[in-house]
Nanobody, 119 residues
Framework: QVQLVESGGGLVQPGGSLRLSCVAS????????MSWYRQAPGKEREFVAR????????YYVDSVKGRFTISRDNAKNTVNLQMNNVKPEDTAVYYC????????????WGQGTLVTVSS
């Protein structure tokens, strides 16, 4: 049974930093690209970042480039999202997911972790 458990969210001031983590289980973690998505209040869920199996390739949505960094630890079945210089528009529930070969999320969404950027 696949499980994706996100953590690390919270309240942060604009310009601050936050580090999200996602622990995965139920599949061979190192076989899959992993991703972060987010869903802001009243909006559709959107892609944020992805990392390939060996961390050599990453990709970000334009709005977070230069501010967010995705990384993974295959030994710990963990994917992280370092968020720097956060903005109010980064407020959302953040989710992780593994990706299929076409880059589509594979699994049911977990509970996510809420990030609120506010002064």
């Amino acid at each position: 049974q696949v499980q994706l458990v996100e953590s690390g969210g919270g309240l942060v001031q604009p310009g601050g930093s936050l580090r999200l983590s996602c622990v995965a289980s139920g599949f061979t973690f190192s076989n899959y690209a992993m991703s972060w998505y987010r869903q802001a209040p009243g909006k559709e869920r959107e892609f944020v970042a992805r990392v390939n199996w060996n961390e050599r390739t990453t990709y970000y949505v334009d709005s977070v480039k230069g501010r967010f960094t995705i990384s993974r630890d295959n030994a710990k079945n963990t994917v992280n999202l370092q968020m720097n210089n956060v903005k109010p528009e980064d407020t959302a529930v953040y989710y992780c997911n593994r990706l299929d070969r076409q880059g589509n999320p594979l699994d049911a969404w977990g509970q996510g972790t809420l990030v609120t950027v506010s002064s």
